[in-house]
């Protein structure tokens, strides 16, 4: 669980060993940042109140902590609320509600969660 077992203000993989990657075939904007079509990599910041989700264009980071070196192919990153729920989740799931145009993307795992909202520009 974040903050027991991984550390608030740490970076903090969003993944089992791969890291958990956003593939757009077209430009996007995710929370404030702009992005071109391409792959790229998640992972976050946790802290008690606002988690600082991370968008890193290195996808090839097999069980690699996220070390400066990773922190150097980092694209931008958005603050996030972050919920507790009363359902519990056991895997760390996101899932997507919109149309083609636009939605959130819901991540949720144990009693957290939160919304990235994403829209193609």
Known sequence: M????????????????????????????????????????????PAETEWTVIVNTNTN????PISPDVRSSDFGSVKVTPKESSNYVETMTFSFQGSDLSGLITFAWERTTFDLAISRR
């Open 2 to 45: 974040v903050g027991e077992e991984d550390p608030l203000g740490q970076p903090w993989r969003m993944g089992a060993n791969e890291p958990t990657t956003l593939h757009l075939p077209f430009p996007a904007r995710l929370g404030s940042i702009d992005l071109p079509p391409g792959k790229y990599s998640l992972y976050a910041i």
């Open 61 to 64: 980071r097999w069980g690699i």
